[in-house]
C-alpha cells in the first residue's frame, strides 16, 4: 500500500455526505494525504459500506471514524463538529452534502415541500457546517482553516431541464461562500466553493437511468464528451483543503471539463 504523501498530515478533517460519490472519493484521497477523517452522512449503512472500502484503500495508521448526521439539523452538525474537540479541532471541512430531489422542476411545478427540503440540505446544511466550524476553529484558536462547500455549475449557468430548487440553492451557496471567505479573511479562514459539473455518481446516474435521450441531452453540451467522475472533484478538494492554496480564497472553483466556457462543442 502506498505511503501517505503527506500533503494534508496533521489536519483534522470533516467531510459530509461522505459515504457517496464525491465525499467518498475525497475521504480516501485526504486519508492517503494524511489527514485524520470523520466521514458524516445521513445513511448509516452506508456509511459502514464506505468505511470498509475506505479502510481497504488507505494505510492502517489513518484515523478514519464516521458519525451519524442529518446537515439540515443545527444540533446534529454541532455535534459533529463538536466530537472531532477530542481530536484537537477541525482544520478542514468539506460540506459536500446535498440532494437533488426527483420532483424538482420548474417555476410553476415545483412543489412547496420539495423547494424547502432542498433548501433546509443544500444551503442551511452549508450554512450550518460553516457555522459551526468557524466556532471550533476559534474555540481551539486556529489560525488557519479551510472550508470547502459544493456548490454546481448550475449556480453559473441556467438549464433548460429545470431543477429551479436545486439550481437556486446551489446559487445560495456560491454567494454564501464567497461572503463568508470576506468576513473571515483576517482570521485565516478560507472559504472556496467547489462547482463541479455533471457526474458519474449515484445522485445523478440514479435519475438519469436508462434513458439515452436523456443522457444525450446532457452529453453533446459536454466540450470532453463525458460526465466528470467523483474522483476529478476530489482531486480538486485536496488542493483546497491544503496549505498549497493558502491564498485560494471566496473562489468558485470549476471543475466541469471546460463546460461553462463552451459555445459549441466538438463534433
Ligand atoms: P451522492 O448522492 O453520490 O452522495 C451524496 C451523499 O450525501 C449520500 O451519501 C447521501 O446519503 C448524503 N446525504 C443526503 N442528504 C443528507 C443529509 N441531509 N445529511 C447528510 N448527508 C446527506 O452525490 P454526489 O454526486 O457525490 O454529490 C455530492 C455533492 O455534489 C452534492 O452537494 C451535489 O449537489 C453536488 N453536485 C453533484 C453533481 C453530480 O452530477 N453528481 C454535480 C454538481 C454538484
Redesign the pocket.
Known sequence: MAAPRGRLQGKNAII????????LETTILFAREGASVLM????EP?LAAALTKVKSLVPDSARIETIK????KESDVQAMVESQDSWGGTDVIFN?????HADDADAVDTPDKIWDLTHN??VK?VWYGCKHAVLSLRRHKKTKGSIIN????VALVGSATPQLA?TAS?GAVLAMTRELAIVHAREGFRFNALC????N????QDWLGDDQAKRHRREVHFPTGR?GE?IEQANAVVFLASDEASFVNGTDFVVDGGMTKAYVTPE
Open positions: 459530509t455526505g461522505a459515504a457517496g460519490g464525491i465525499g458524516a452522512d445521513i445513511s452506508a448526521c442529518d446537515v439540515s459536500n452534502a446535498g440532494i437533488m440540505i443544500n446544511g459544493t456548490a454546481s455549475v436545486y446551489k463541479p459539473a455533471p457526474l455518481t449515484p445522485l445523478l460526465f467523483a
